[in-house]
């Protein structure tokens, strides 16, 4: 509706719109398309200033290969994927427990337990650095896949709980009291009726947890640090140290690295967006 | 966890009273790059031949993490062997007692005759924490077919060096490049130009916070140091370069001299014609002190197996097991029965440091981690912003203050 | 499991006979359903709060024993140039960031249309947001790269000799800024996008009626209708801003000298290379007493909404 829909502009406007699209894209995209393009050159093209043209040599394989052959970058990806998909459900489950209780029960402290959970969830999780490294050392799990398992969780559990307790609030009460006057018992009610019904907002959370805690980069520093246990963020910036100045592998390896998150993003686009915008048309 | 504790703790009990049977020895190691990890590797392989009752296990580390990683297992639960650094670096952690002594391996293997030179930096209180396993030099490695082609010389002296820069500069040619992004390669030159100006008792007085960082004589350092930042001797924007991007103008020509520690020469390609020359002499009545970083092996004093530790401790300072070792790392054994590699670099190095009027470990290692932080940044700045001199030195001296209380 | 028999069986007995102990039952019920949340979140997040303001008043290098020095850490840190640069630093981000606000808007305005690909292109405007702020630091370090980087290139098409950006102490934040913005104005932009859909079309037909167009429509009916997509917008960006940590240890480690540090930053590196736990723990406790404003207002904001 609003700005006035291109199709009802001078042909002059529509033209331009149509030139404009692309050219806005390109630029927008023009650092990836950069890193795109260099990660499949050779470095010999990227010291003599070849940018822009066709590589001279296409070092697709090479350089690819190169990235996984000398480094350990499969397994900051196979880290990766065992500290996110471990998070990614139970922090989901804990909060649809919570955003249930805090949406269809009346309670006591009620408003000062959510509004608990959206205040630590906004802090800048910096500030519990201290502690939680040192509570980490002391269970024992400093430097092990637990250590951010068990932190990401407790933290995304926190914005779960907002998101799912916002979702549930809106499902209709008189469905949960028919359930109970048949005598359904409420652990019933949840699993028969609250889950089912809350399917989608689960698929759109757990689509942004696992780009979140993926791409998390400051407790892979602080809570882990041997390479069997850290994380492709964590990896990826250790690697930097060790190519020097190899821009072409940098590249790849950065690439690699996006690539699971930039899937899923695409495979799972309407529940990411639904997801993220959630509260941006109402509140 | 307990449980665990305490069925290490009957284990370790039971070893004691039966004498050797096989245990384990736990190692943490910082080595984790390829050509160290590949050295220290086959030296724990042979260990283990000739020691068939101990199982080694290593874990590594990267380098950087494992520096904050170690206070954590040494205060909970350590390993039998860590790898560390000489100096200021073992004492902060024996002066909180969490490094086992091993004076008696130093007594039993003569290494008071041996290891003469790195006696001293491993002695907190007359007793010794640690056996060093290898060091290295720094000094000033240069393009040789430069120096040939402007008919310059290696120089000795402070004006033979300003002398040589400015031919160079003249030619078009940046007489030292340096990157100091990551802060610490501006505090070699600092190190060496304190070292060269006030001598090592000063600078040793000044790490341990003794001495005022507004001092005439540090203000000396800093005119010294000025002198080349004015003359434009420095690379371009180098506090936009690692250390690792400031060698590409070394290795095609663009810059001349690297003042550098031994583990740049690797770097150097097939066939090429680099060589190296000591820091030279600034006041003829100050001794020639060097920077040689030490790295060490030592027992947590809250290690499980700290027999068989010592064992290991005893085997990385035999002569023949330091001579293996640092041909495999390109460094120099501290050992002096040991032998060093026979390449051009290892050859001066050793020649210079034996020769040496002292030596010191380097600035990061010497001086607390909290001083060193500041320190390195002021250095940074001051190279970029001579002009800001004064406030730099009075925040280092405040800092001086705060963390020397 | 056993809670689901427990509560089976009480809510029989009680159907039966004893109404007050399933009453009981039921006021338990919703604490329990909240107990494995709220336990994990307490410890994991609300204790260490406390905790960090708690430790801020000691001398701790984290392995040997705390110290009490009350305010110390606080009086020292109203003297350290560094503080006062980080915190400057995060005015900086807190101001240029919000710059994601008005533009991630102007994109959304401008990709409102319906033509043939527009869903792709939504997308792909939308995609740095997904990526690992350390991949677009490291792309924007390359970008800036004073031998290699394109922005070089580029200015040397102009003739400009090279601007080391990441090593000038007046141009490094900006520089970093800049990269957190790219990410962060998709962000902006879908949620405008979002806003945009829900509109409501009569009050826009009523307007056009009235003959408002262009800015004034802009002004006047758009933009307070996508009131909450900018509340949001904005308390996102809030929180972005005062994150701002990754890219800057991945593009400068808070260099030259600490001048592009922010107060993340600067407290990590306290706490991790200079065992300075108490110093950084006050420098988390001051990031906190920041984010409290927002903090506040945003649940004020939101309870509100609530009770009306």
Request: proline letters at 5%.
């Amino acid at each position: 509706m609003f700005p006035t829909p291109i199709q009802q502009t001078s042909k002059f406007t529509q033209i331009s719109y149509r030139v404009a699209l692309p050219a806005t894209i390109i630029l927008w995209l023009l650092p990836l398309a950069a890193v795109l393009m260099t990660s499949v050159r050779s470095i010999a093209d990227i010291n003599a200033g070849n940018y822009w043209g066709l590589p001279e040599e296409w070092m697709l394989v090479e350089n690819y290969t190169a990235v996984f052959a000398n480094t350990n970058m499969a397994r900051y990806l196979l880290n990766s994927v065992i500290i996110t998909v471990p998070v990614m459900i139970a922090s989901v489950a804990l909060a649809t427990l919570a955003g249930f209780s805090l949406a269809k029960y009346r309670f006591r402290g009620r408003i000062a337990l959510f509004a608990t959970f959206i205040g630590g969830n906004f802090v800048p999780f910096q500030i519990l650095m201290i502690p939680v490294r040192d509570l980490t050392i002391q269970l024992g799990l400093y430097d092990s896949v637990w250590a951010l398992i068990i932190f990401h969780t407790a933290f995304q559990t926190g914005f779960c709980t907002l998101f799912m307790r916002n979702f549930i609030i809106d499902l209709p009460d008189e469905l949960l009291e028919s359930c109970r006057l048949e005598g359904a018992s409420e652990w019933k009610i949840f699993t028969r009726i609250i889950v089912p019904l809350v399917r989608p907002a689960l698929a759109a959370l757990a689509v942004l947890i696992f780009t979140f805690v993926w791409n998390d980069y400051f407790w892979a520093l602080v809570l882990v640090q041997s390479d069997e246990v850290r994380p492709v963020t964590a990896g990826i910036s250790a690697l930097r140290g060790q190519w020097l100045a190899s821009w072409q592998l940098i590249s790849a390896g950065s690439i690699v690295a996006a690539l699971p998150p930039v899937i899923l993003f695409f495979a799972m686009q309407k529940h990411f967006i639904a997801g993220l915008t959630l509260g941006a048309t109402k509140g | 966890m307990t449980l665990k504790k305490l069925l290490a703790a009957t284990a370790v009990s039971t070893l004691m009273m039966t004498g050797a049977q096989a245990g384990t020895l736990v190692i943490n190691s910082n080595q984790s790059d390829p050509a160290p990890k590949a050295a220290w590797g086959e030296l724990i392989a042979d260990f283990e031949a000739a020691n068939p009752d101990i199982d080694v296990q290593v874990n590594e580390y990267d380098h950087e993490g494992y520096k904050s990683a170690i206070r954590n297992w040494l205060v909970t639960s350590p390993p039998d062997i860590v790898f560390w650094f000489a100096g200021n670096r073992m004492k902060y952690f024996v002066d909180r007692g969490l490094l086992e002594p091993v004076t008696d391996v130093w007594e039993n293997n003569n290494m008071y005759q041996n290891f003469g030179s790195t006696r001293a930096s491993m002695t907190v209180d007359d007793e010794q924490y640690g056996v060093p396993a290898t060091y290295y030099q720094w000094g000033m490695y240069y393009n040789a077919d430069i120096f040939e082609q402007y008919g310059l010389e290696e120089p000795q002296t402070w004006e033979e060096f300003i002398e040589v820069c400015e031919t160079l500069k003249a030619n078009g040619v940046t007489p030292i490049t340096i990157g100091t992004k990551f802060l610490w390669t501006a505090a070699g030159w600092f190190d060496y130009l304190n070292l060269r100006t006030n001598g090592l008792d000063f600078h040793i007085d000044l790490m341990d916070g003794k001495v005022p960082y507004t001092d005439e004589r540090v203000r000396q350092t800093f005119a010294n140091w000025r002198e080349l930042i004015d003359g434009g001797y420095f690379l371009e924007n180098h506090a936009s370069y690692s250390w690792q991007e400031a060698q590409a103008p070394l290795l095609n020509g663009d810059a001349a001299m690297y003042l550098m520690g031994n583990f740049l020469t690797p770097s150097f390609p097939e066939g090429s014609n680099y060589d190296f020359f000591q820091f030279p002499q600034i006041d003829p009545s100050v001794g020639m002190f060097e920077d040689a970083p030490t790295d060490t092996v030592h027992i947590p004093s809250r290690a499980k197996n700290k027999a068989d530790a010592k064992r290991f401790l005893a085997y990385v300072a035999q002569a023949d097991v330091q001579t293996q070792l640092n041909l495999g790392l390109n460094q120099l054994p501290p050992n002096a029965q040991a032998e060093a590699g026979d390449n051009k670099f290892l050859v001066q190095g050793l020649e210079m440091l034996s020769e040496a009027d002292g030596t010191a470990q380097f600035y990061d290692r010497d001086t607390d981690p909290a001083m060193a932080k500041e320190g390195m940044k002021g250095f940074q700045e001051f190279m970029v912003n001579p002009d800001r001199l004064d406030r730099i030195l009075e925040n280092l001296e405040k800092v001086r203050q705060r963390v020397f209380r | 499991m056993t809670t689901q028999l427990k509560t089976n069986a009480l809510s029989a007995v009680a159907k039966a006979q004893r109404p007050t102990a399933a009453s009981r039952w039921h006021t338990l019920t919703p604490y329990l359903f909240l107990l494995p949340a709220l336990a994990l979140f307490a410890v994991y997040v609300i204790a260490p709060i406390f905790q960090s303001i708690w430790i801020s008043f000691f001398e701790w290098d984290g392995i040997g024993d705390k110290t009490f020095i009350g305010l110390g850490n606080y009086a020292e840190l109203l003297e350290d140039p560094q503080f006062w640069t980080s915190l400057w630093n995060n005015v900086l981000w807190l101001v240029f960031f919000m710059l994601a606000v008005p533009i991630g808007l102007g994109v959304a305005l401008f990709l409102n249309q319906q033509v043939l690909g527009i869903r792709a292109v939504k997308s792909l405007f939308f995609f740095p947001f997904v990526i690992s702020q350390v991949i677009v630091g490291v792309v924007f370090s390359w970008f800036y790269d004073p031998s290699y980087g394109l922005l070089q290139r580029f200015l040397g098409f102009f003739g400009v000799d090279p601007i080391p950006i990441l090593a000038s102490e007046t141009l490094v934040t900006y520089g970093i800024i800049a990269a957190g913005l790219w990410p962060q104005i998709a962000y902006t932009m879908i949620l405008y996008l979002t806003g945009l859909n829900n509109l409501n079309p009569d009050q826009i037909e009523a307007a056009r009626m009235d003959g408002a167009h262009g800015w004034t429509m802009l002004w006047k009916v758009i933009i307070p209708q996508l009131r909450p997509a900018t509340f949001i917008a904005m308390v996102v960006t809030v929180i972005g801003a005062l994150r701002s940590f990754d890219l800057v240890a991945t593009m400068t480690s808070g260099g030259p000298w600490g001048s592009s540090s922010v107060l993340a930053f600067f407290m990590y590196e306290q706490a991790i290379f200079s065992y300075r736990m108490g110093y950084g723990a006050a420098i988390a406790t001051v990031l906190f007493l920041i984010m409290l404003v927002y903090i506040g207002f945003f649940l004020w904001r939101m309870l509100r909404a609530e009770r009306g």
